[in-house]
């Protein structure tokens, strides 16, 4: 159980178009999703905290009109970059946290590794 | 949220249990432990996650002291394919990341 999948799992796109990343949670409803981006060699930086039905709120340092959040329903959030340039070039990976008792588990998707050229 | 601090890096052999100590000293009343392992290219796996004192899995044990100001990872038997990176967070609502630990299982 508490599977999370994304699409694509990577993606080539030219400098000045849009990607949009998918994360779904396979057999459980999450409340919350987060989404974050990871450089070579480096951890986890948290962008984003969607939750569903709701606007997503953005860390500090995250352009919230580049990186556009969509929470529609429990189960899929997706995150879109806009514009993206070379820099965005990240491995993008997404959560979900489950209701239930054991609320505080978060359960991570494979990633989408995103090269914009 | 609780900024936590681990080894850089650890080795291992194949076989030994291999303990790795994080240090979460601001640690919130409401906040939880837990432990995820990431290979590269990867996302983060879910490890283990606890309150207070013991908890164990299949595939770990977490011990956190009455004071949860640390707690330690320990993977008994270790092999090859686990080494990678591991991550000790600890939050409730959301899940900051630090640097983690390399860990390195040699044959």
């Known amino acids: 159980g508490a599977v999370v999948s994304q699409h694509p799992s990577w993606v080539i796109c030219k400098s000045g178009t849009s990607v949009k990343i998918e994360c779904r949670s396979l057999d459980f409803q999450a409340t919350t999703m987060f989404w974050y981006r990871q450089f070579p060699k480096q951890s986890l930086m948290l962008m984003a905290t969607s939750n569903e039905g709701s606007k997503a709120t953005y860390e500090q340092g995250v352009e919230k009109d580049k990186f556009l959040i969509n929470h529609a329903s429990l189960t899929l959030s997706t995150l879109t970059v806009t514009s993206a340039h070379p820099e965005d070039s990240s491995f993008y990976i997404c959560s979900a946290r489950s209701l239930g008792p054991s609320s505080y588990e978060q359960y991570f998707g494979p990633g989408t590794r995103l090269t914009v050229t | 949220l609780a900024k936590t601090t681990q080894p850089i890096s650890m080795d291992s052999y194949e076989g030994q249990e291999v303990n790795i100590t994080c240090s979460h000293n601001n640690i919130a009343t409401n906040d939880y432990i837990t432990w995820y392992q990431q290979f590269p290219s990867q996302g983060p796996r879910f490890i283990i996650q606890g309150y207070k004192t013991k908890v164990t899995n299949e595939v770990a044990s977490l011990f956190i002291p009455a004071d949860r100001k640390s707690s330690t990872l320990s993977l008994p038997r270790v092999s090859l394919s686990d080494t990678a990176v591991y991550y000790c967070?600890?939050?409730?609502?959301?899940?900051?990341f630090g640097a983690g630990t390399i860990l390195r299982v040699k044959s």
């Open positions: 967070l600890v939050g409730g609502n959301k899940l900051v």
